[in-house]
T-cell receptor, first 111, second 116 residues
């Protein structure tokens, strides 16, 4: 079973920041938080991952709370092409490094 | 990011026949590959994990004799759906990772299987 909880859907205006929350209150100390997204009828695309420090790459930023029980994925300037289902996944050795997908958040970027 | 290629992207087969789906890591050695299936409007469901050179580990409820997985090399894993039935129609997706580590896993583009 997925160890994360995400809102079913969100929307934001094009050009604005999209902030996608994720709860993972049962995360263990050696588990990382991963974010993937899936555009319709394609394989998931890796976005970012982190353990406890905030992370940033060319796609997004990942903010993890100090207690590690939740995180937020930030797309700084959302475009129409960012419309997708976003999955927050907890992964680590305790779960044999498997990527177990929950139901994700459907993000709609409005023109 | 690394490239994972899945083939075919789309296949239609008759009931009772078998279908093989290939998953290749093109620019890295994938010691671990994951196979998923996805029904319309649902999330990805993990079917099995395969490690190069050893038998695949199947998730609970997945029939190992129906979904045969072979991971004979560091760049290729195959999923064979045997004696396919219409209820096996689904979107099958593979993912490849460099070993049992926390490096990112990359996904293929998926295979849409339709059994008629």
């Amino acid at each position: 079973d997925a160890k994360t909880t995400q809102p079913t859907s969100m929307d934001c205006a094009e050009g604005r920041a999209a902030n996608l929350p994720c709860n993972h209150s049962t995360i263990s100390g050696n588990e990382y938080v991963y974010w993937y997204r899936q555009i319709h009828s394609q394989g998931p695309q890796y976005i970012i991952h982190g353990l406890k420090n905030n992370e940033t790459n060319e796609m997004a930023s990942l903010i993890i709370t100090e207690d590690r029980k939740s995180s937020t994925l930030i797309l700084p300037h959302a475009t129409l092409r960012d419309t997708a289902v976003y999955y927050c996944i907890v992964r680590g050795p305790d779960s044999s490094y498997k990527l177990i997908f929950g139901s994700g958040t459907r993000l709609l970027v409005r023109p | 990011g690394a490239v994972v290629s899945q083939h075919p992207s789309r296949v239609i087969c008759k009931s009772g026949t078998s279908v093989k789906i290939e998953c290749r890591s093109l620019d890295f050695q994938a010691t671990t590959m994951f196979w998923y299936r996805q029904f319309p409007k649902q999330s990805l469901m993990l079917m099995a994990t395969s490690n190069e050179g050893s038998k695949a580990t199947y998730e609970q409820g997945v029939e190992k004799d129906k979904f045969l997985i072979n991971h004979a090399s560091l760049t290729l894993s195959t999923l064979t759906v045997t004696s396919a039935h219409p209820e096996d129609s689904s979107f099958y997706i593979c993912s490849a990772s460099q070993g049992r580590t926390l490096t990112e896993a990359f996904f293929g583009q998926g295979t849409r299987l339709t059994v008629v």
